[in-house]
């Protein structure tokens, strides 16, 4: 295997112990069992567990494929268009990659120190892609005037609980509904309480 190629592995590995155990849970030794290498095999390529999970976060924005999405984003004139478009990202993204989703909230509930970046990486790109269009699209005198920031923080932080409750939960309360007919209820209302009257 390449030095590459093990470096990937190795950051695989990683996320994947990182979202089911927890950063302070996983050893230096599950992880390099992981790899079939030796600890101090690992330490060549990481030299701590905090320097692997800073690589982990790093490659998050890679992972999350969000860049496409923007791109064909950016030039959206409507509302609509943006909301849906994120939400079915977001649903059927972390609904395929619940290790990312683990991840986020493994890092939350036991406070670690590298939450807040966590946070950022994983739900920063969404929310600061849409808080930047919501800007655009009141100054352009398509939606009412809103705290923007906690508008765009609001909507994604719903479709990320969506997602949540359909895929780690397994449903929400009992009832399973599929992720369009989660955005076709939800999204609306953003919509409706964002339009122009």
Avoid at 126 to 134: E, G, K, M, T, V
Avoid at 165 to 181: I, K, M, P, R
Wanted: aromatic content about 12%.
């Amino acid at each position: 295997m390449s030095a590459e190629e093990r470096k990937r592995q190795i950051l695989t590995e990683a996320t994947r112990l990182f979202s089911r155990q927890g950063y302070d849970k996983v050893t230096i030794k599950e992880l390099a069992n992981a790899c079939g290498i030796t600890e101090p095999a690992l330490y060549r390529y990481y030299p701590s567990k905090e320097a692997l999970y800073d690589a982990v976060l790093e490659t998050i924005p890679s992972l999350l494929q969000h860049q496409e999405l923007f791109d064909r984003l950016k030039e959206a004139t409507e509302l609509p268009e943006i909301l849906f478009g994120l939400a079915h990202h977001i649903l059927d993204f972390f609904s395929a990659h619940r290790e990312l989703y683990r991840l986020l909230l493994y890092s939350a509930l036991r406070e670690h120190s590298k939450s807040p970046e966590t946070y950022r990486a994983i739900r920063g790109p969404y929310i600061d892609f849409l808080w930047r269009h919501l800007d655009r699209l009141y100054a352009e005198g398509k939606i009412v005037k809103k705290n923007n920031e906690l508008t765009a923080r609001c909507f994604v932080g719903s479709v990320f609980d969506c997602t949540l409750a359909s895929t780690l939960w397994q449903g929400f309360l009992g009832n399973t509904y599929t992720l369009d007919e989660i955005v076709a209820n939800n999204v609306p209302v953003f919509i409706a309480g964002l339009s122009v009257k």
